[in-house]
């Protein structure tokens, strides 16, 4: 699967370099998609472009992986446009874990959506692209959100912004703790034996 600048999604067959689908997702595409094998047995991926040409709008999708079919479809409009940093998707999503408090969920973070500086952070439900929680923040991210979970099954989040804040978020994504770094953060956070 391989996203481009202008606003497509390919699937190649990986055995003959052939193309087997294209899927028109609006705009660029900068981050890697996550994908699920679903119950269906049918594998899904979730992405969402970051607002290049697209008039102000950041696209996130459910999208088939077999077929291309773009299950839902969940806009963020007048997205704030900058030549130098572009607003919208900018990261990966977090998929939540089957048997946690997180599953069901898939957590977008969302650039300038309102104002320059503005992001936020919002989980839609991964069978109907409906919010569940949505959460404004006063600086946007670059950094994809990780999932944690506990020995219950409750899930929780690190999250880093452009602010060099670096947030812990329960599973509704409000504000455990956090400790600022100083500086902007652009890769994601990693989390090994309890540390981050």
Not at 58 to 84: C, F, H, M, P, R
């Given at each position: 699967?391989?996203?481009?600048?202008?606003?497509?999604?390919?699937c190649f067959n990986l055995n003959t370099m052939e193309l087997v689908w294209a899927q028109d997702i609006h705009d660029d595409l900068n981050a890697t998609p996550?994908?699920?094998?679903?119950?269906?047995?049918?594998?899904?991926?979730?992405?969402?472009?970051?607002?290049?040409?697209?008039?102000?709008?950041?696209?996130?999708?459910?999208?088939?992986?077999?077929?291309?079919?773009?299950?839902?479809?969940?806009?963020?409009?007048?997205?704030?446009?900058?030549?130098?940093?572009?607003?919208?998707?900018?990261?990966?999503?977090?998929?939540?874990?089957?048997?946690?408090?997180?599953?069901?969920?898939?957590?977008?973070?969302?650039?300038?959506?309102?104002?320059?500086?503005?992001?936020?952070?919002?989980?839609l439900n991964t069978t109907t692209g409906e919010v569940v929680w949505e959460r404004k923040?006063?600086?946007?991210?670059?950094?994809?959100?990780?999932?944690?979970?506990?020995?219950?099954?409750?899930?929780?989040?690190?999250?880093?912004?452009?602010?060099?804040?670096?947030?812990?978020?329960?599973?509704?994504?409000?504000?455990?703790?956090?400790?600022?770094?100083?500086?902007?953060?652009?890769?994601?956070?990693?989390?090994?034996?309890?540390?981050?």
């Amino acid at each position: 699967y391989v996203g481009d600048n202008g606003g497509m999604l390919f699937c190649f067959n990986l055995n003959t370099m052939e193309l087997v689908w294209a899927q028109d997702i609006h705009d660029d595409l900068n981050a890697t998609p996550v994908f699920e094998w679903g119950e269906d047995k049918q594998g899904y991926l979730y992405l969402g472009t970051s607002m290049e040409y697209a008039n102000g709008t950041s696209y996130l999708y459910k999208i088939n992986a077999t077929t291309g079919e773009i299950v839902w479809q969940y806009t963020y409009n007048d997205i704030i446009y900058d030549y130098d940093v572009s607003g919208g998707v900018l990261s990966s999503p977090v998929l939540g874990k089957a048997g946690t408090s997180l599953e069901g969920m898939v957590i977008f973070a969302v650039a300038k959506t309102h104002g320059y500086t503005g992001g936020t952070l919002v989980a839609l439900n991964t069978t109907t692209g409906e919010v569940v929680w949505e959460r404004k923040m006063d600086n946007y991210a670059w950094s994809s959100p990780t999932a944690i979970y506990d020995k219950m099954g409750t899930g929780y989040m690190i999250f880093a912004d452009s602010a060099g804040i670096v947030y812990l978020l329960n599973d509704k994504g409000e504000t455990l703790s956090y400790v600022g770094l100083g500086s902007v953060i652009e890769s994601s956070p990693v989390v090994f034996n309890n540390m981050f």
